[in-house]
């Protein structure tokens, strides 16, 4: 197939290359060639925005829901001593819920940020059950894992929300393969 | 369509059933994948990806973006 484009504009209003002599003529829209779009790469950091999922995904981390502390307004946090910390939360999981750390630890979904001391960053300590995965307290790849979860709830959510409107998209595979997780959805 | 999830960071190729998807996880940074040009000697489109690797040709611009875009997605 060949497309003949002598006005440098796209789609060819006429498809005679295609379709022979009196073919297939164009009526829609043209736009020069050099704006048409291409391909891109998106990438997302992860921010804890979504209360459910973050919920959900700290329950994945080994927590149970009555220890994670879901508040209408951000909380201060507090630490080791019972002191009150500048810091402010609406998600949290308070130090005593938290073995080995000094801190309580805590969410914002209002900037989706997690608040977690640099003591309980640096120190090797975890629930158990989790040790197996700990490879130093509550450090970036703790939270990394965690953002793990969370994506996947977020990414089920949203299926769900746009299956409930009735459009055809479904998660057809979800695998974890070289530290990574990948999701395959059918989108119709 | 695929999303690969790695250190924090939620990877994908853009296009709008993915965006909607992916939205609400955080801030979007974008990168051009790929350039898709018509070739004059050929007289074909071809896709190249930035480093200049051809990765898919033909006569529809849109079969071409099409299989363009399953060899970038093979590579996330």
Not at chain 1, 4 to 12: A, F
Not at chain 1, 68 to 77: A, D, K, R
Not at chain 1, 121 to 137: E, I
Not at chain 1, 162 to 183: H, P
């Amino acid at each position: 197939m060949v497309h003949r484009l002598p006005d440098g504009l796209y789609p060819p209003r006429n498809y005679q290359s295609l379709y022979g002599e009196g073919g297939l003529v164009c009526n829609k829209p043209r736009m020069p060639l050099k704006e048409l779009p291409v391909s891109h790469y998106a990438k997302i950091s992860v921010k804890f925005a979504n209360r459910e999922a973050l919920i959900d995904a700290l329950v994945d981390m080994g927590w149970r829901r009555g220890q994670i502390e879901v508040n209408s307004v951000p909380v201060h946090l507090y630490g080791y001593h019972g002191d009150e910390r500048p810091e402010m939360a609406d998600i949290v999981i308070r130090r005593e819920n938290v073995q080995g750390s000094a801190n309580d630890i805590g969410f914002s979904t209002v900037t989706g940020d997690v608040i977690i001391s640099d003591y309980d960053r640096s120190v090797a300590g975890a629930l158990a059950l989790l040790s197996a995965q700990k490879t130093g307290g509550y450090n970036e790849a703790w939270v990394n894992t965690l953002k793990d979860h969370y994506t996947g709830y977020v990414v089920q959510r949203k299926v769900n929300e746009l299956q409930s409107k009735g459009k055809r998209v479904k998660i057809t595979d979800d695998r974890r393969e070289n530290g990574r997780r990948v999701i395959t959805l059918d989108v119709r | 369509m695929k999303i690969v999830i790695v250190s924090g960071e939620v990877h994908c190729m853009a296009s709008d059933p993915a965006m909607e998807i992916v939205r609400e996880l955080g801030r979007v940074t974008m990168t051009r994948a790929s350039d898709v040009e018509w070739d004059e000697t050929s007289q074909e489109w071809v896709a190249t990806t930035r480093g200049g690797q051809e990765i898919a040709r033909g006569g529809s611009r849109t079969e071409v973006i099409a299989r363009e875009v399953r060899v970038l997605e093979g590579r996330l």
